[in-house]
């Protein structure tokens, strides 16, 4: 990154006057189309649909966990809503063996001691079993630490309520929950150094780790009536819950349609936890009496994204493509909205947007725009990576480079994903494609007013752009406002319509829509980076 372009990041974050920066419509060697642009605003701020797509895919069809009879009936929603939108080659594309569906009917569950008894909050895991009917043990907790001293335990837990997890301090919380970047943030965003190597490993635990598998392997094996924990954040009464366990010896994900069944599995707010473990220490002895109802979905073990698009009309690059997505799937604690509802609505209204102005034009894209609603984003970016392997690149394995292009790899020009929750575009992580910079910079342009000016060549964590970075394909992800998505609904049970904001997602479909059409009517492909490497040693 030049000394240059630093300056210019730095006078567009801080209105410093350190650079003259120059106006979308001058001294661009990147076109803009200005009219269209304010056509893109005029349509997307003043005749917004993306509220009501949001309401629809949480408040009716949420939540959409993998594999689920509520994710079909979501994915048919959205492939009607296409149609209706007048996209072409609206489908559902099948992927997988996926496994088994779950879904959370009802349950209960209260505390009691010899005094009485009270309510507490908590949620299932997913994939967990069901209980018979109503049922009740007493609480035993475990902390160890070695394997030794777990034999006690042995043959002990059948029928009792496994607490796995020690007390978790809490401190209250002085600062505001939800914030805005701030010139800082993007400064140093602006400013920073591609990072290499590393990926999602995390060095320095693996005997740590490798204990706790074997300590929850050891509760899981001796089938008590249900494990409960209390996760590793959350407080008031929100409850970050994903996944329920089977012991990992026996080979086999639980989402397999003849995976063992598991134990009723709760994740409960740490409050409540923290209060029955406290009563433990004082030798009160405390019960848990709990009924769970689930059923699981066994009649089809494939998956689908949904897929839509306009087609393109341009005679020599018609066939090339242009992509824009966000995963559809969420878990099952809230209704999905930050992760990834939001996400999928900006797409599907950037999608809306852009037919209304390419009717107004009487013209389609000169390349064809397609977009992606992925599912099993949540169990590790299924949907896309299949996706990706199908049309464009074979894989070696994960983290390894392409084994095989095909065809359409060649034709593809660019992925634009959204799944960062309810705040803003500010930007866009250019994954370490610095030569889409003077691009990106003259299509944020007209935006700089919206507070999106920002680019970064880093990337941001995992999510479905890195299927397409994987096999040497441009893929990326915007810069949002982190409202109060990690500390408070990101995979929780309260990540719901009421915490996203209107204008924010009317900005980023915007924002998004303007960068698609640009991409499509550009004469040249995005720019590349170089083919992914085999990692080192």
């Given at each position: ?20 920066v120059?106006t ?51 994915s ?21 063996p ?13 505390a009691k ?5 009270f ?12 209980t ?25 837990l ?46 320095g ?26 996760g ?46 406290r ?64 996400g ?5 209204e ?26 099993g ?12 392997g ?25 992925y634009f994903?959204?799944?960062n ?45 890195l ?20 500390p408070?609904?990101h ?8 915490h ?16 698609v ?21």
């Amino acid at each position: 990154m030049t000394a240059t372009y630093r300056l210019r990041v730095a006078s567009l974050i801080t209105g410093l006057t350190l650079f003259v920066v120059p106006t979308y419509g001058q001294q661009m060697a990147e076109p803009v189309d200005e009219a269209v642009v304010e056509q893109i605003k005029k349509e997307g701020l003043e005749n917004s649909h993306v509220m009501e797509y949001l309401s629809w895919m949480t408040d009716v069809y949420g939540p959409r966990l993998t594999g689920s009879p509520m994710l079909d009936k979501a994915s048919d929603w959205a492939a009607g809503e296409m149609t209706s939108i007048g996209l072409t080659n609206v489908h559902k594309d099948d992927w997988g063996p996926f496994g088994k569906g779950w879904t959370l009917e009802s349950f209960s569950i209260v505390a009691k001691t010899p005094d009485g008894g009270f309510p507490v909050v908590a949620y299932p895991k997913a994939w967990s079993a069901g209980t018979p009917g109503p049922v009740s043990g007493q609480v035993v907790r475990i902390e160890v630490e070695s394997l030794e001293e777990l034999e006690p335990y042995r043959g002990k837990l059948k029928d009792k309520i496994v607490f796995s997890q020690s007390i978790r301090e809490l401190e209250e919380p002085f600062e505001p929950t939800a914030r805005r970047l701030d010139d800082s943030d993007l400064l140093r965003l602006a400013t920073a150094v591609p990072r290499t190597g590393g990926g999602n490993f995390r060095g320095g635990q693996g005997g740590a780790m490798q204990l706790q598998r074997q300590i929850a392997n050891f509760i899981l094996e001796e089938r008590p009536l249900a494990v409960i924990d209390r996760g590793t954040k959350g407080d008031y009464g929100t409850i970050f819950v994903s996944s329920a366990s089977i012991p990992s010896e026996q080979g086999a994900s639980i989402r397999d349609v003849d995976a063992p069944a598991s134990v009723p599995q709760f994740t409960m707010a740490v409050e409540h936890y923290n209060r029955i473990m406290r009563l433990l220490d004082k030798d009160i002895p405390v019960s848990i009496a709990l009924d769970l109802k689930v059923s699981f979905k066994t009649d089809d073990p494939m998956e689908y994204n949904i897929i839509g698009e306009i087609a393109g009309t341009d005679p020599q690059i018609g066939e090339e493509l242009v992509m824009l997505g966000a995963h559809y799937d969420s878990w099952h604690a809230g209704t999905g909205a930050t992760d990834n509802a939001s996400g999928s609505a900006v797409m599907m209204e950037a999608m809306r947007i852009l037919k209304a102005v390419y009717d107004a034009k009487g013209q389609g894209p000169r390349r064809t725009i397609r977009i992606a609603l992925w599912t099993g984003e949540e169990q590790g970016l299924l949907g896309s990576r299949a996706y990706v392997g199908e049309h464009f690149a074979e894989s070696a394995g994960r983290g390894q480079p392409p084994s095989r292009l095909l065809p359409d790899h060649e034709k593809f020009s660019g992925y634009f994903n959204m799944d960062n929750g309810t705040g803003k575009i500010r930007g866009v992580y250019m994954q370490g494609n610095e030569a889409v910079a003077p691009i990106f910079r003259a299509w944020l342009a007209p935006f700089n007013d919206m507070g999106a000016a920002t680019l970064t060549l880093n990337n941001t964590g995992g999510t479905d752009h890195l299927s397409f970075d994987a096999v040497g394909l441009p893929g990326f992800q915007f810069i949002q406002e982190p409202i109060a998505y990690s500390p408070k609904t990101h995979h929780s049970n309260m990540d719901v319509y009421d915490h996203t904001i209107a204008d924010d997602l009317k900005q980023a479909a915007t924002i998004i829509a303007s960068f698609v059409y640009h991409t499509a009517q550009r004469d040249e492909k995005l720019p590349r980076k170089p083919m992914p490497a085999p990692p080192g040693p």
